[in-house]
C-alpha cells in the first residue's frame, strides 16, 4: 500500500506528458491541443541549406566555421501557439546560439516585432541559458530595448527532446517548457507588445559578442559542427488573412480569463528556481524605456 501511495504521489508530480522528475504538473497542457505539423507543410529553408537535414520527422541544423542555418514559416501569423521539440548539443557550445522565435523583421526592417526563445551555448560543467525576449516597434533596432528574461532549467537539454512554445494573443505572451508556463508579458499598452503579424522561426548561429557570460567567450570552431534537433513542430492560429472572428489557442483551461491557478504555481515554482536575470530588476538599465516593469 505504502509503495503504491509513493507511486501515485510521482505521477502527479509527474506526468506522463515528459515532465522532468521534479517539475510540478501544471493541470493544462497547450501542446496537447495542436496537432504536429510536418517541416515541409508549414516551413521552407531561409538560409544556409547546405547546413541543414532531414531525416524522418527531425530537422537538424548545423553551425561551423562557414555558416549556420535557418527556416521560416510559410504563412504569417498575427496570433497563435507555436512550438517544437528541440534537442540541444552538449560539451563546448560557447557563442552558439539555438533559437525558436516569432519576427517581422524582413517585412519590416529597421522598426520590427520580436518574441523569442533562444538557447545560449555554454561551457563543459555550465548549464545552458534560456533566454526569453520580447522586442516591439523597432525596439530591437537602433537603441536596443530588450526586455530579456533568463532561466537555466530543471533538466539537462542535451539528453533529450523537450518542447518549447510561445504563446502569443492579442492580450499576452506566454512562453512554456514542456507545458510548465515561465514567463508572462501582458500588454500594457501597444507601443510594447507586438501587434503586427509575425513569422515563425528557427535558426543556429554565431552569437559570439553577446551571448555566452556577455560575449567573454566567444565560439571556438575547433568543437565544429555545432547541432541542434528540431521536431515536433507545432503551429495553430491566426495567419494574418484570417477573418475577425478567428481566436488563437488558450493558454489556459478557461479562456480570457489568465493561467489557472495550478498554472500560476507552476510558475512562480519555475521563476522562484530558475530565473537567473530579470531585465526588470537590473539597476543598470533606464527604466524610463520600460514602463511595463
Known sequence: MALSLIFLALLVLCPSSGHSQGSPSPGYYPSSRVATSSFDREFRTLWGSQHQRREQDVITLWLDKSTGSGFKSLRPYRSGYF???IKLQPGFTAGVDTSLYLSNNQEHPGDHDEVDIEFLGTTPGK???LQTNV?????????VIGREMKFTLWFDPTQDFHHYAILWN???IVFFVDDIPIRTYNRKNEATFPTRPMWV???IWDASDWATENGRIKADYRYQPF????RNFKLAGCTADSSS???PPSPAPLRNQGLSRQQMAALAWAQRNFLVYNYCHDPKRDHTQTPEC
Do not use: T
Not at 135 to 143: E, I, K, M, P, V
Not at 227 to 230: N, S
Open 83 to 85: 512550438g517544437a521539440s
Open 127 to 129: 548549464p545552458y541559458s
Open 135 to 143: 522586442f516591439a516597434r523597432g525596439s530591437g533596432d537602433r537603441n
Open 170 to 172: 492579442p492580450n499576452e
Open 201 to 203: 522561426y528557427g535558426s
Open 227 to 230: 547541432v541542434a534537433k528540431y
Open 245 to 247: 472572428s478567428c481566436r
